[in-house]
């Protein structure tokens, strides 16, 4: 049984949850991009706490569902300066959900080089830097994050996403719809970047001839339709789409039992130019076709 929250009477108990409070919590490494995914958040309707003690969580959490209005949707955003107070993410989590709060834990994150890049770039140190090199003030905060990381709802690599493509993916995963149906990712990438440390399911495209190799496809990308009915007219390629798309159907509604609201699927080819493009573009429509909440993305296309 949810506790009164504060103004209420033990008569006039209230569950936050059935009452609509959307609460978001922004974690991540320094650099990773959390002051762009609150920006973001302030688009689609939130009211954004930047730089809030984890201590401070559930006070803030209850005064939002006291206010009710524009505050019953709050972001909650915490960094290692925060992190003076408390270390325990999952506990303050954790404390939220035992008053009936239900908390999505957003976590950026981004690789090492290219963190560092970032902050040469503004010419400022970082946070837990003190008088070492700014390797060892991210290889520190990393340590300091691992339990959060884990415990995320939702992680976003903004390694290869610039300032507006962050911006997009935080409003397709948070603005419009239902807070509490599942949504799912589709994102195509190249294999010879790497694989997306986001994903939940990872498929692999290279089964199918490559476009490149064809003189009048290869400078062109999956999303054109001359490469997108080459790949999908491919032995194969329809019923590898029809095949996962049902696979993702048939599990959504577990998923969502579970509590997980965002599943990424990522699609890979060698370069994440043709292949995987044109059959993430294909198995969104699938799955929209289904009455599934899904949007695609394209982590590698352009960089060639």
Known sequence: MTEAMPGFGTDDVVDPDEAGTDLVVVTGLSGGGRSTVARALENVGFYVVDN??????????????????????????????????STDLAGAVRALKERGFSPRVVFVDADDEVLIRRFESVRRSHPLQGDGRLADGIAAERKLLEEAREQADVIIDTSHLNVNQLRRRVEELFGGEDARKLRITVLSFGFKYGLPPDADYVLDARFLPNPFWVPELREHTGLEEGVSSYVLGQEGATDFVATYAGLIAATAPGFEREGKRY??????CTGGKHRSVAITEELTSRLSAMRLSAHASHRDLGRE
């Open 263 to 268: 599943l990424t699927v990522a699609i890979g």
């Open 52 to 85: 809030l003690p984890q201590a401070l969580m559930l006070e803030m959490a209850e005064l939002a569902f006291a206010a009710g209005g524009a505050a019953r949707r709050t972001a909650m955003v915490l960094d290692v300066r925060s992190r003076a107070f």
